[in-house]
C-alpha cells in the first residue's frame, strides 16, 4: 500500500481530487482511501509510485507531496545537499562573480546540475579557473552573498529538536559547508577542500571528492549507526543528489532539475522548506528556529 500526502488548497480540493482520481485510474492506480486535515491531503493508493506522483502532478501541479512505500513518520536521518537546496545560491557561482567570471563558470555548474557532464571533471575545471583569487573574496562572498533558503532553519532545527540526526554533504567546499552548518545547526558537514597558499586559492582542490556516489554512501553510513528499522530523509536539488535521494526512504527534491526531481519520491515545488515538516506529520506547534 502506498502512501501519498500532499500539500492542497482546500477550496481547490474538491475539483482536483476529481481530476486526480480519473488520473490515478488512467494509470492503473486503485484509490483506497482519501484524507483531508486542514491543507494536508492523504491517500491511500495501490499501484506505481510512479504513477501516483504523475497523477498527483495533473491534478494539483505544482504541488508539495510525498509518496512512501510504507507508513510516514519523523526519520531518524536528515542528509542534504547545500547549494540551491540549503542556501539559495550556488557558492562557485557566486565566488566566481569576485574573479569577474561568473557567467563562464555558472555554464558549466548549470550543465554539471543537469547531468549533462561529469561532476569531478566540471568541478576541477571550474576551481581552476579560480586560481589566484584571494582567500579573503569568500568570506566576503559569504557576508554579502549567501543566504539560507526559506524555512531551512526551521526545517533543520526542528528535525534535530525530535531527535533527528542532521548532516550537510556537498559538491561544494567546506569554506562555505562549515559556517552554513553552523548557521543551520547541522551536526557534521562533508565537502571537498579548497588549496589555499600564501592566501590565495592555487586552483586546485585538496582530497578526495565529495561526488554523488560520497553522498549516498555518507547517507548509508550515517544509517547504519542508528540500526535497523530506522528511517532516512534527504534534500536536494541536482544531478548529484540522484543516488542519495534514492537511496533514503524519503528522498525529496527541492525545485528540482528534471532529473533530480523524476528519481525522487518527495518533490517540493510551490513552497518552502518547512512544507517537508508538514508532509511529514510534523505539527506547526512543534517547529523550531533554533
Known amino acids: 500500500m502506498l502512501i501519498a500526502r500532499l500539500i492542497a488548497e482546500t477550496d481547490e480540493c474538491e475539483t482536483c481530487l476529481a481530476t486526480l482520481a480519473d488520473a490515478l485510474a488512467d494509470r492503473g492506480v486503485t484509490l483506497v482511501s482519501t484524507d483531508l486535515t486542514g491543507d494536508l491531503l492523504e491517500l491511500a493508493c495501490e499501484g506505481d509510485r510512479a504513477a501516483v506522483l504523475a497523477a498527483i502532478d495533473t491534478a494539483f501541479a505544482p504541488a508539495d507531496m510525498l509518496v512512501s512505500n510504507g507508513p510516514i513518520e519523523v526519520p531518524q536521518l536528515f542528509v542534504s545537499d547545500m547549494d ?4 539559495g545560491q550556488e557558492c562557485i557561482d557566486e565566488l566566481a562573480d569576485y574573479a569577474g ?4 563558470i555558472a555554464a558549466i555548474t ?9 561532476f569531478e571533471t566540471a568541478l576541477r575545471e571550474r ?16 557576508a554579502e552573498r549567501i543566504t539560507a533558503t526559506p524555512g531551512a532553519r526551521t526545517l533543520v532545527a526542528t528535525l534535530a529538536a525530535l531527535g533527528t540526526r542532521t548532516v550537510l554533504v556537498t559538491g561544494g567546499f567546506h569554506h562555505f559547508a562549515d559556517p552554513v552548518a553552523e548557521m543551520l545547526g547541522f551536526h557534521r558537514v562533508v565537502g571537498n577542500r579548497l588549496a589555499v597558499e600564501g592566501g590565495k586559492l592555487t586552483g586546485g582542490l585538496i582530497g578526495p571528492i565529495t561526488d554523488s556516489a560520497v553522498k549516498a554512501a555518507v547517507l548509508r553510513e550515517e544509517l547504519g549507526l542508528l540500526g535497523e528499522g530506522a528511517h532516512s530523509l534527504a534534500t536536494g536539488d541536482g544531478a548529484n543528489d540522484i543516488p542519495m535521494i534514492e537511496a533514503a526512504t524519503y528522498g525529496f527534491a527541492y525545485r528540482a532539475k528534471a532529473r533530480a526531481r523524476a ?4 518533490r517540493i515545488d510551490a513552497g518552502d522548506l518547512t512544507a517537508v515538516l508538514t508532509l511529514l506529520g510534523v505539527q506547526r506547534e512543534e517547529w523550531r528556529d533554533n
Open 110 to 118: 548549470e550543465r554539471a546540475m543537469q547531468g549533462e557532464l561529469d
Open 84 to 87: 540551491s537546496t540549503m542556501i
Open 263 to 266: 528519481a525522487a519520491n518527495g
Open 127 to 142: 576551481v581552476a579557473l579560480l586560481a589566484n583569487l584571494d582567500e579573503g573574496a569568500i568570506h566576503t562572498c559569504l
Open 101 to 104: 567570471i561568473k557567467p563562464q
